[in-house]
């Protein structure tokens, strides 16, 4: 059964029904249940039972917990649940699946307990767990001894889900096209893969669209770039409210230039090419569409391959004026949206 990497650190779990100075955590629940599933009532039944610094408050702007169970197609396929927390208690969204709904649910309680109550009981104060169903009792046909109950089978655990994907979008300035900094446009995807418990990896692919002007004494140019960059992030740092993702990235493209207010203006294109460096810090805002609303910061650097010049041809004789030539050094920074899954 997989689950959340949210219970790390949570290895000392206590038991609950003590007066506690903390204060109460009053939490709303977003469910939406597969059919044989338990009900909205019994998950909150198993988040109040493991703790006193719990309550449940419909539409409560405490803590809202968003709980949506997928249903499975066949008896062999596990039961997969979507688990997040917002407000308050922050908690990046992921994945649980078990064999059955009832130990899905079981174990989306105890997350949810956990995290509200780091203290919080691994089973319900009332004896077996609310979420599962009442034992039938045979009726004694001779004075019996007390009964001991078994011992609860313990919630298997297994690491978080192994990957997110994001879509984002961005908008920057860069100096490589045309003189002085230019408007950036960029439009990707992004996916990021948990490897262990503490270590992630993310992978990126964006397109790039930038348009600029260059100028000289006999006229201007106007400057286009259409390219894509490859992202690769070795280690990703990850809270539940921050991402700081370092990435090694390399460009692709196209830069194209036009003369103006020329005679006999010339139209040019170079490649753009080369590797480089950037840096995103992003900030989580909010739950959208089931996403992950996230705004970054991005900012990075590329060593250009390929440092054409570019010409107008002012006469019929030949003479040409350089207008433009590509840095060695490319830099471009801009701010960007993320939804990611």
Known sequence: MAALGWLCGFAGVQGVGEVSAEPIQQFSVQYTSAPGCPTQERFVAGVEGRTALARYVPDASGVRVLLQIEDSV????????????????????????????????????????????????????????????????????????????????PIALAPTDVSTVGLFTGAGLTNGVGSGVAALWSLGVALRAKLSRNWDVGFSLSGMYA???????????????????????????????????????????????????????????????????????????????????????????????????????????GRSTRIFEQPALIGQGGLSLELAW
């Open 74 to 153: 066949s008896g062999t396929e596990p039961f997969v649940a979507h688990l997040s927390l917002s407000g308050d208690v922050e908690a990046t969204p992921r994945s649980i699946s078990a064999g059955s709904c009832e130990e899905l649910v079981n174990a989306a309680a105890l997350i949810v307990a956990l995290a509200l109550d780091p203290g919080a009981s691994a089973e319900p104060r009332q004896g077996p767990s609310a979420l599962a169903p009442a034992p039938v009792v045979a009726a004694p046909t001779a004075p019996a001894a007390t009964a001991i109950a078994p011992a609860a089978t």
């Open 211 to 317: 348009r600029g002007d260059a100028s000289a004494g006999a006229g201007s140019a106007q400057l286009a770039l259409l390219g894509a960059r490859v992202g690769v992030s070795p280690y990703v740092f990850a809270t539940a409210g921050w991402l700081v993702e370092p990435r090694l990235s390399f460009d692709f493209g196209r830069l194209e230039a036009e003369g103006r207010g020329v005679p006999n203006a010339n139209s040019d294109s170079a490649p753009w090419l080369g590797p480089g460096v950037e840096l995103l810090v992003q900030r989580r805002l909010a739950q959208v569409l089931g996403a992950s609303l996230a705004i970054g910061a991005r900012g990075g650097a590329t060593w250009s391959l390929a440092r054409d010049y570019f010409y107008f041809r002012e006469d019929s004789n």
